[in-house]
């Protein structure tokens, strides 16, 4: 989420910290996180902010993550807001 929400929404990067917080606060009662969410924002929000990294492309995400990339899809045909 930070590559898109850093150079495609061009957020601040308190503006896209607190909507991946909120995201995962949101995926947490779902699976308990495994990882230190504080660290782990911060650190790719760094990281797109230097590299000017992209969000990954929907053929990429089709071959890299097929789940994922169907519940977008399904989201997207039932005109649903993915954001």
């Given amino acids: 989420m930070a590559p898109y ?4 929404r061009r957020l601040s990067g308190d503006e896209a ?3 991946i917080r909120s995201w995962l606060d949101k995926c947490h009662p ?4 495994d990882f230190n969410p504080n660290f782990t ?6 990281s ?3 590299n000017d990294y992209l ?8 071959t890299e ?3 994922l990339y169907n519940m977008l899809i399904k ?9």
Avoid: C, E, M, Q
């Fill in 17 to 19: 910290n607190d909507t």
């Fill in 48 to 50: 797109a902010k230097r």
């Fill in 65 to 67: 993550n097929t789940f």
């Fill in 5 to 8: 929400l850093i150079n495609i």
């Fill in 75 to 83: 989201k997207l045909d039932k005109g649903l807001k993915v954001w």
């Fill in 41 to 46: 924002i911060k650190y790719n929000i760094n």
């Fill in 55 to 62: 969000p990954i492309s929907l053929d990429k995400l089709k």
């Fill in 30 to 33: 779902l699976r308990r996180l």
